[in-house]
């Protein structure tokens, strides 16, 4: 019998031993101030992330943090999908797109309705889908492919986050086209949402030669002075004015124009001391005045691109660009330096309109910095390596424009545009002009998880800030203190030494499944602390059952030992029982639920499992060591 309890007292201490282990991590991270974790964190980085790791991940409601609705754009994958882009097509999927977001309905079923209504026969555009019959079978197909890229775009949105290295992030899908995305603790969020968002489209485009820039900026110059009424300067001053927005960095055009020649009116220095185009200048030059010349490209001062995006948003004017080139902005504002200051200058490049190669072709994106002596070094950069394929295609094309310039570009924004200075054999590159390791690190991440099979926009986001959290973390411990209180009172109260006994081993099981959520990286969330404090109401509950068993035995006349044995032994079937079905229940909630539903199933499962083990193990093993001392005869010790 004294081994038995010797045993048993090991196992107790040795699991009491882990709990507190696994505990300690998470009072020491979390009663850090965020002062302390930044300080922390820049200072002692791998100390930081160790004991990150280790502590209780809190969910969103807990710590803040991002909540995302997503929804993927069914309409330009119809599109894309299509055997050729025309007018037609076109105008008649915007307008079923449309529709669908005004009554918030299906794409494809107010596809195949207006198509019906309207005898449109959509088999003329996807005969490469293998649907030749009817609408009905293309619209299915299409359907199809939908459902296809929602999964893909899921599981690459997950990839990306998983990397990104927030803890416990919630990805599902709701309907048929959108995600909800929930990110805890980011402390970035705009960084977060342009990951998620990232299509990833890597391409390599050749940039056009001065001459074809000069042509085309010269054309919309005349265009734009033949029709000097309805663009005016006056007119565009005035636009200038009213938008507060000057530029949008998701905003993506397909229209852009710049000039070598006409646009070099005096020195850089000059223009940028007095930085706003004079009137003068645009008078006689309506549209290259608002552009200035750059080493290696062209640039927009950041106070007008509003200007320049009124003038090529007319139509007159977009039909000026030939179709095998487009105009591509640069992905972030340059300061270019004066004499007194510096000033805000958005890079514009004409390329051509089929890249060289895509980001299919990359088999590996590896953020870095540049090697010392290069002209990147100490600057973040991404190295990218190419397949075979990509590699052939890469060294014949840049061994046929030695002296040109190849924009890289991703997402609709060119990052650099390098020339091109001699052939590049093994599929090599690199993506510079990063602001620091951790755009490396994200760019790395979205081409390294693939491009995304249609754009997705945000529909919906919300933000919970650390204040609300910290609210919601108050409310929660509060409300355990309140419950853990009134039991104690009562426990002691009604079974007196008993009581006690029972309330150290509520206290045990709140510590050992603190300790396993750490353990099993779990995340604590509102619900989840709601899930606590139904624990210890049903810990408690295990062992006033077992009590009363003990008292009836005891009223029988039975000693101390063999009442502590015959009342578990009657208590556990009980016990087990309810325990079980709970259990199934909480299984269930964790298998079909998500977000805060899960988090309350985790926590009470765990909670289950860490009671049964307090209240017939440790309280009987505590019994059996007092019974063998003592003898008593009634319910208190």
């Known amino acids: 019998m004294f081994k038995n309890i010797t045993f048993r007292w090991i196992t107790i201490v040795l699991v009491l031993s882990f709990s507190l282990f696994r505990l300690y ?125 929602v999964g893909s775009a899921l599981e690459i949105i997950r990839n990306r986050v998983d990397e990104f290295g927030v803890s416990e992030p919630v990805i599902q899908r709701s309907g048929e086209n959108r995600i909800i995305v929930e990110l805890a603790g980011v402390k970035d969020p705009e960084r977060a949402r342009n990951l998620i968002r990232s299509t990833a489209l890597l391409e390599f485009n050749l940039v056009r030669s001065p001459e074809d820039i000069s042509s085309i900026i010269q054309a919309i110059d005349d265009e734009i002075l033949k029709n000097k009424d309805s663009v005016s300067e006056k007119n565009l001053q005035n636009s200038i004015k009213e938008q507060t927005n000057v530029y949008d960095e998701n905003d993506s055009l397909d229209i852009f124009s710049r000039k070598e020649d006409n646009f070099s009116r005096s020195s850089l220095a000059e223009e940028f001391e007095n930085y706003s185009t004079s009137e003068e200048i645009l008078e006689e030059y309506p549209f290259s005045g608002y552009l200035q010349a750059l080493p290696g490209g062209m640039a927009v001062m950041e106070s007008e691109v509003t200007a320049v995006k009124n003038i090529l948003s007319k139509e007159s004017i977009s039909k000026i660009i030939p179709r095998q080139s487009k105009f591509i902005w640069g992905a972030k504002a340059v300061d270019i330096p004066t004499e007194v200051s510096s000033i805000k200058m958005r890079s514009l490049y004409l ?46 094309s840049t061994g046929a424009n030695i002296g040109r310039n190849v924009a890289i570009i991703l997402d609709g924004k060119v990052y650099m545009a390098p020339v091109i200075r001699d052939r590049i054999p093994g599929g090599q590159t690199q993506i510079s002009g990063l602001d620091n390791i951790a755009e490396a690190k994200d760019i790395s991440n979205v081409l390294q998880a693939g491009s995304l099979p ?39 109260v009604i079974y007196t030494g008993f009581g006690i006994l029972a309330n150290i081993a509520v206290l045990l099981n709140l510590g050992l499944i603190i300790g396993l959520l750490s353990s099993l990286g779990a995340t604590l969330t509102l619900p989840g602390i709601a899930g606590l404090i139904l624990t210890i109401g049903m810990a408690v509950d295990a062992n006033v059952i077992i009590f009363e068993r003990i008292r009836e035995e005891l009223d029988h006349g039975k000693t101390a030992m063999a009442a502590i044995e015959s009342g578990y032994e009657r208590a556990f079937v009980t016990i087990l029982d309810a325990n079980i079905t709970t259990l199934i229940a909480a299984s269930v909630l964790w298998g079909i639920g998500t977000g805060p539903i899960k988090g309350f199933a985790i926590t009470l499962s765990i909670g289950i499992l860490c009671s049964m083990f307090t209240s017939i193990f440790v309280t009987r093993t505590i019994l059996m060591s007092i019974g063998a001392k003592k003898t008593f005869k009634k319910l208190y010790i």
């Open 25 to 149: 991590p998470t009072l020491v991270f979390h009663n850090l101030s965020e002062e302390e974790k930044k300080q922390l964190s820049e200072t002692k980085t791998q100390e930081y992330e160790e004991l990150q790791d280790l502590a209780i991940n809190l969910g969103l409601d807990l710590q803040g943090g991002m909540h995302i609705v997503l929804e993927v754009d069914m309409d330009t994958l119809a599109l894309n999908l299509a055997d050729k882009q025309s007018d037609e097509l076109r105008s008649f999927v915007q307008k079923c797109a449309k529709i669908s977001f005004q009554n918030q309905s299906s794409f494809f079923d107010v596809l195949e309705r207006e198509a019906k209504a309207n005898s449109f026969r959509l088999v003329r555009f996807y005969h490469k889908l293998g649907t030749e019959s009817d609408n009905e079978s293309v619209v299915e197909e299409l359907r199809r492919r939908g459902d296809g890229a």
């Open 351 to 396: 390329v051509k309109s089929d890249p060289w190669l895509t980001g299919g072709v990359v088999e590996n994106a590896i953020p870095n910095f540049g090697t010392a002596g290069s002209e990147n070094s100490g600057q973040a950069v991404v190295n990218l390596s190419m397949n075979a394929k990509g590699a052939r295609i890469w060294s014949r």
């Open 454 to 492: 249609a754009p997705v926009h945000i529909i919906e986001e919300r933000t919970v800030g650390p204040s609300l959290g910290s609210d919601s973390i108050n409310s929660g411990l509060n409300a355990l203190a309140l419950g853990f209180g009134m039991i104690i009172i009562f426990m002691i």
